[in-house]
Structure formats: structure tokens, C-alpha cells
């Protein structure tokens, strides 16, 4: 079980919009950082949001974060068939001392 | 570029011992909190442990402390992981990871492609 909780999977079309949400509580998300990571098959996970809401460089516009009280979201605009992976948002959690990931989504990309 | 390299995976019966190790190269090593990272196959990631600027800044999952025990050696841009008692549920792939802010705790810019411990009699 893990502390962030994230839909097992989410589906959209090519060209459309998804969301991905990260719950967690105020000892995690309410009070730190979220950071979104993205895991193509066979591959160690890469960064796509630190901050909340910053890209790092090289990874484009069509990625975003948000985040409002104990919840964070991650979109992905524009979907492409090369967007499928396993999605994972992560923070630090407070009250264990330990940094804390969400079950993770994947997204298939229709 | 930061570039991390794990090694030190492999077969190992239940009870026993396997030591890992990350070589960096690209950043100034010292100056930034390293951290191992594990994926069971088939499942999600999970934080082990993390070390930051000094000995006071060690962290460790519970589900590996008083087994597991971080490192680094600055002089030699390596992290190490020794992992004691393994048991079935430490198998995974381990992943090193550099975050990306001084010697705060979290958020990874970069990780190495990761190494494979099975822990099966």
C-alpha cells in the first residue's frame, strides 16, 4: 500500500488530454515538493516535474504539474502512442523521514 | 552530463549478503544527497535510502533498516548499499539516483539504468 495514491491506469486517445492524480496528506504532498517521473518499458525512470510545476529542461510544454492542498495532477496534453508509460509522482513525507512514491498509473495511449 | 552506473547485483540466497555500488561521474558528487531507489518486477518504485551531506543525514525505509547500510565515498564519486538478512521481498532491480538540489532530500534528476538483485534459494 502505498503512501500516494494514483489511479492504476488511465487511457486517452491520440491527440487528447489526460490527467493523472497523486493524493497523499499533509505530513507528504501538503507540505513538500511533488515531483512526476516517467518509466518507458524497460528503462529507469526519467524526470518530467520537479517543483510542483517546473519542466526540466528538454521535456516539452505538453507535460504539466499542479498542486492544491494534499493533491497533485499531472497533465499531458497532445498524447502520443511514444507518451505510453508508467507514470509515478513522488515527495518526501515529514512525519517517516522518507521520501514516498505513489503505486504509479499507466497510461495507454488509445 | 551526470551519468550513474550501479553494480553489484546478482543471485543471492535468503539470509545472505550483497554489497552494491554506483559509480558517478559528470557532477561534484559531494555536494549532492544520493539515494537508492528499488522496483520489484512488476511493481511501482520504492525509496530504500538516502544520503545526504554528512552521517546525520541518513535515511532508510523501514521495511530495510537495521538490515540495509548506506555509504559514499566522495574521494571516489561511488555510493555503496550494503544489503544484510536478504530475504525473497528484496528482489529488484535497484536503481541509484541523484536529486536534483544541493542536499535536499528528494526529487531525482537523474538515475542510473540500475542493477538486478534475485534473492532465491
Known amino acids: 500500500q502505498s503512501v500516494l495514491t494514483q489511479p492504476p491506469s488511465v487511457s486517452a486517445a491520440p491527440g487528447q488530454k489526460v490527467t493523472i492524480s497523486c493524493s497523499g496528506s499533509t505530513s507528504n504532498i501538503g507540505n513538500n515538493y511533488v515531483s512526476w517521473y516517467q518509466q518507458l518499458p524497460g528503462t529507469a525512470p526519467k524526470l518530467l516535474i520537479y517543483?510542483?510545476?517546473n519542466r526540466p529542461s528538454g521535456i516539452p510544454d505538453r507535460f504539466s504539474g499542479s498542486k492544491s492542498g494534499t493533491s497533485a495532477t499531472l497533465g499531458i496534453t497532445g498524447l502520443q502512442t511514444g507518451d505510453e508509460a508508467d507514470y509515478y509522482c513522488g515527495t518526501w513525507d515529514s512525519s517517516l523521514s522518507a521520501a514516498v512514491f505513489g503505486g504509479g498509473t499507466k497510461l495507454t495511449v488509445l | 552530463e551526470a551519468q550513474l552506473l550501479e553494480s553489484g547485483g546478482g543471485l543471492v540466497q535468503p539470509g545472505g549478503s550483497l554489497r552494491l555500488s554506483c559509480a558517478a561521474s559528470g557532477f561534484t558528487f559531494s555536494s549532492y544527497t544520493m539515494s537508492w531507489v528499488r522496483q520489484a518486477p512488476g511493481k511501482g518504485l520504492e525509496w530504500v535510502s538516502a544520503f545526504g551531506g554528512s552521517d546525520t543525514s541518513i535515511y532508510y525505509a523501514d521495511s530495510v533498516k537495521d538490515r540495509f547500510t548506506i555509504s559514499r565515498d566522495n574521494s571516489k564519486n561511488t555510493l555503496f548499499l550494503q544489503m544484510n538478512s536478504l530475504r525473497a521481498g528484496d528482489s529488484a532491480v535497484y536503481y541509484c539516483?541523484?536529486?536534483?538540489?544541493?542536499?535536499?532530500?528528494?526529487?531525482?534528476?537523474?538515475w542510473g539504468p540500475g542493477t538486478l538483485v534475485t534473492v532465491s534459494s
Open positions: 517543483d510542483n510545476n
Open positions: 539516483a541523484k536529486v536534483l538540489r544541493g542536499y535536499s532530500p528528494d526529487q531525482f534528476d537523474h
